[in-house]
T-cell receptor, first 115, second 116 residues
Framework: DAGVIQSPRHEVTEMGQEVTLRCKPISGHDYLFWYRQTMMRGLELLIYFNNNVPIDDSGMPEDRFSAKMPNASFSTLKIQPSEPRDSAVYFC?????????????FGPGTRLTVL | KQEVTQIPAALSVPEGENLVLNCSFTDSAIYNLQWFRQDPGKGLTSLLL?????REQTSGRLNASLDKSSGRSTLYIAASQPGDSATYLC???????????????FGKGTLLTVNP
């Protein structure tokens, strides 16, 4: 298995532009997580899905952020409009069955820079 | 609100030394604790997962312990190697079981450098 795949690996955009980050989880995993990592705040959970359904989006910072999972093999995290404070590394992770008992597998991340 | 603290923030040791990384958490109502490794510019790799009913887990040269009542975990690395150089993160979760509410709370990590 190729592991969790994220694209793009790097994204540089200007303030006000729309940004879409993409994730392909490991085949067969029922849980998908989006995280954000910054120096100041560390690694934070933004939202997670179970069987393509959003379960907890309380970590999504603002209405400018939205996430979808149209099928079991694809998810997007969209920021519209983007702001410089959104600059961070965004990770996608997936887990098989209940994450209480199963480890999460992380993708390589997307480094987002908003100018 | 769960808070996870890792001390020290950075550690530098000579090759071959045994070392301990520390993790503490404020709310003992956890169901598991995980240790991850993060290499520069890369994602996280899960090293060990300890269920709340367990006291330790071992994988090769790594041993992680959990004392839920005191809110502490340690990651012991035996005979350290330069290839062990990375940031090690501790994470606890969830506060609630069953998959209906899940948040993995991370510490900010310990940057380990093993010098040859």
């Amino acid at each position: 298995d190729a592991g969790v795949i994220q694209s793009p690996r790097h994204e540089v955009t200007e303030m006000g532009q729309e940004v879409t980050l993409r994730c392909k989880p490991i085949s067969g995993h029922d849980y998908l997580f989006w995280y954000r990592q910054t120096m100041m705040r560390g690694l934070e959970l933004l939202i997670y899905f179970n069987n393509n359904v959003p379960i907890d989006d309380s970590g999504m910072p603002e209405d400018r952020f939205s996430a979808k999972m149209p099928n079991a093999s694809f998810s997007t995290l969209k920021i519209q409009p983007s702001e410089p404070r959104d600059s961070a590394v965004y990770f996608c992770a997936s887990s098989a069955r209940d994450p209480t008992y199963n480890e999460q597998f992380f993708g390589p991340g997307t480094r987002l820079t908003v100018l | 609100k769960q808070e996870v603290t890792q001390i020290p923030a950075a550690l530098s040791v000579p090759e071959g030394e045994n070392l301990v990384l520390n993790c503490s958490f404020t709310d003992s109502a956890i169901y598991n604790l995980q240790w991850f490794r993060q290499d520069p510019g890369k994602g996280l790799t899960s090293l060990l997962l300890i269920q709340s009913s367990q006291r330790e887990q071992t994988s090769g040269r790594l041993n992680a312990s959990l004392d839920k009542s005191s809110g502490r975990s340690t990651l012991y690395i035996a005979a350290s190697q330069p290839g062990d150089s990375a940031t090690y993160l501790c994470a606890v979760g969830p506060l609630y079981s069953g998959g209906s509410n899940y948040k993995l709370t991370f510490g900010k990590g310990t940057l380990l450098t093993v010098n040859p």
